[in-house]
């Protein structure tokens, strides 16, 4: 029995998880097709899923296609949930990438594609709604071609589109084989030699088709209908034939991934985790991150539309795990795997916002029901500030915000109110600074000698700690302390912004050695220890960072506008005031696209007012792309939530507080 883990991927609202109901009934699996407007599919399970008509967490189906096993991964298609996306992606053996007929390629389907092609997922597309009036397969295609990618191969061709009755018609063999040379021989020069000398057959051909597509070189295209089920026994046997299974050696040391973490009925964990390798059974041990231990104690794997009980998972499934208390979203499971689909592949939130209970008696409540809600998108990151008493989450948008609203008065009794969105900004170092405090020197509290030199590094880089003192002039444990404390310090900068791409280099370093009294025990009033360095290193770090001069950046937006040509005049004046900076022009027939970069602030703004600016013909395509300083207006700064180093008689305040409490 062969596996494909795959998954079902698209822009909102293009039919995706319609289509996993028609392919769950086109297989046997259910008997009735469930509605997304009605709340009765099969895969957006919550209540507020049913509610809204929106995917929001990814759900597995399994289904039986001959031979094959198909664990199906219905996935998010609201841009403001990328991150559930993001998490599926390291468990794909291939995936179906949804375009709708009508509106076409989104913004969201582009980032979809190029993220499926960097990681190199073998990928299918198929063009879904051709049943609805308004759709254009042909245009649809050829903007595949120009805005996705050029290496796609159309199966067939549709009849009666924009009705009822459209169907779609794969293509005989001597039509399709035109369609396949020119992609396939991009990659094959033989198959190119072999047509030039008319030893090309369409076996042949075949072969080669299945071989680029399981290499993600080319991508078949099939359309069709969710709704009618046109061409979705023809996308069935295409997943069949050309999409590769999964790789796997039961007898393998065990290893996997958690891509998912969803508390059961009585508020335990369940993790979802792909298997790579090996045989992971109930009462099995697994090291997780930290070192965290935990003891399988249940598991059930995807089989026949549902989930079932079982002893042991093999290599290449996907289970849902009992036991694991201490489990996250990115854990390892067993033996550590290297692959272009660990790590981020799409841009972090953005936005942010502060989130209140109504109710006072509700702040603890809040925090811990905000937690769990980490558990599960560890991209919501939370920040408490226990000055003010308030928690801020990071947002991908509105959406999200709204949802997470729901979330907590629906699952938690929390009522709760959002503050404005602000966008997440970054600061980075403009020049070198530096600044050192001696041991029983000057002001200093601390039996301590720390000397630190920030340096701007390139965008992009990060932050790196360095050393310019010898390694063993002191305690090893007192570098660490130095270097962990630079890099949590480094979450607030001097505007309160998360401090990025710089170097960060120890030049001075110096202790008390243990000391004691004559017979008398350790005294730690005369010897250092890593209380000291981690009180010391905030402030010389803040001085360095000051000296060295900070610059806010503001998270920009890469935009691509199509707007009718004679609505110019009063779109750019706009686009002005929302700070949109064109880059390029050009015109598409009475069409003009207009493309640049546009601040994440003002992307709501602009998209509320484009309708009414281009009597609803405009489309706005936006992409997180990078940060640029801020240009106009106040500086943002942000509360801080630390102990305020940047304030020397404050913060030994607040550090002499903490350490005599």
Not at 84 to 92: D, F, T, W, Y
Not at 99 to 115: D, F, H, K, N, W
Not at 211 to 240: C, D, K, M, N, Y
Not at 593 to 620: D, I, K, N, S, Y
């Amino acid at each position: 029995m062969h596996l494909l883990n795959l998954g079902i991927l698209a822009h909102v609202d293009a039919g995706k998880t319609s289509l996993t109901e028609r392919l769950l009934h086109t297989v046997g699996v259910i008997d009735e097709i469930g509605s997304v407007d009605d709340g009765s599919t099969q895969t957006d399970s919550s209540a507020l899923e049913r509610q809204r008509g929106i995917t929001i967490k990814s759900a597995v189906v399994s289904f039986a296609v001959d031979d094959t096993t198909v664990n199906l991964i219905d996935t998010p298609g609201h841009p403001d949930f990328i991150a559930e996306v993001e998490r599926v992606l390291g468990v794909l053996d291939g995936a179906v990438l949804v375009v709708s007929a009508v509106e076409g390629v989104q913004a969201q389907t582009r980032v979809l594609m190029r993220t499926l092609q960097r990681l190199r997922i073998p990928t299918l597309i198929f063009v879904n709604k051709i049943d609805r009036r308004g759709a254009r397969c042909a245009d649809v295609l050829e903007r595949i071609a120009e805005r996705l990618t050029p290496a796609v191969v159309p199966m067939g061709e549709v009849g009666e589109q924009g009705t009822r009755a459209a169907y779609f018609t794969p293509y005989p063999a001597a039509r399709l084989l035109p369609h396949l040379l020119d992609p396939l021989a991009d990659h094959d020069e033989e198959l190119l030699a072999a047509y030039v000398e008319d030893r090309m057959s369409y076996g042949r051909l075949r072969s080669a088709l299945v071989a680029q597509t399981g290499a993600a070189q080319v991508h078949p295209v099939f359309f069709g209908s969710a709704t009618t089920g046109a061409g979705v026994p023809e996308l069935i046997a295409g997943v069949r034939e050309l999409l590769p299974g999964a790789t796997s050696d039961a007898d393998a040391p065990v290893s996997g991934t958690v891509f998912k973490v969803e508390r059961g009925a009585a508020g335990e964990k369940i993790a979802y985790a792909r298997l790579f390798s090996g045989t992971l059974r109930t009462r099995d041990r697994l090291t997780l991150h930290g070192g965290e231990e935990g003891k399988v104690t249940g598991i059930s794997v995807f089989d026949g539309g549902s989930d079932v009980r079982a002893e042991s998972v093999t290599a290449g499934r996907i289970a849902r795990l009992w036991g694991l208390g201490a489990v996250r979203i990115g854990d390892t499971l067993g033996a550590a795997r290297t692959s272009s689909a660990d790590g981020h592949h799409f841009a972090p939130p953005t936005l942010e916002t502060v989130v209140s209970p109504r109710r006072t008696g509700d702040r603890g409540a809040l925090h811990l029901a905000l937690t769990q809600l980490a558990e599960q998108d560890p991209l919501i990151d939370l920040r408490q500030d226990d000055v003010r008493g308030e928690v801020s989450v990071s947002l991908y948008g509105e959406v999200q915000k709204e949802v997470i609203q729901a979330t907590l008065e629906d699952e938690f009794g929390i009522d709760v109110v959002f503050r404005e969105t602000t966008p997440l900004c970054v600061e980075r170092p403009v020049g070198t600074g530096a600044a050192v405090e001696f041991n029983k020197k000057d002001a200093n509290p601390f039996l301590a000698t720390v000397g630190l030199r920030v340096d701007a590094a390139p965008v992009g880089s990060g932050v790196s700690f360095r050393l310019e003192v010898e390694l063993g002039s002191m305690p090893y444990a007192f570098f660490k302390a130095v270097e962990d404390t630079v890099q949590e310090t480094l979450g607030q900068g001097v505007h309160g912004w998360q401090v990025t791409d710089c170097t960060v280099t120890m030049t001075h370093s110096g202790y008390s050695p243990r000391q004691s009294h004559a017979h008398q025990r350790f005294d730690k009033s005369m010897s250092s220890t890593g209380a000291d360095f981690r009180g010391l290193t905030p402030l010389v770090l803040m001085d360095a960072l000051r000296a060295a001069g900070s610059r806010v950046n503001e998270p920009m937006n890469r935009f691509r506008l199509e707007a009718p040509a004679d609505t110019l005049a009063v779109v750019l004046p706009v686009l002005a005031r929302q700070r949109a900076v064109p880059q390029t022009t050009r015109m598409l027939g009475a069409t003009c696209v207009l493309e640049g970069v546009l601040p994440v602030m003002e992307t709501h703004g602009l998209e509320q007012l484009l309708p009414g600016l281009t009597r609803g013909e405009g489309e706005l395509e936006c992409a997180f792309d990078h940060y640029a300083p801020v240009a106009h207006g106040a500086i943002p700064d942000r509360p801080r939530t630390d102990m305020n180093p940047l304030d020397r008689k404050e913060y030994l305040l607040h550090v002499t507080r903490r350490t005599s409490g």
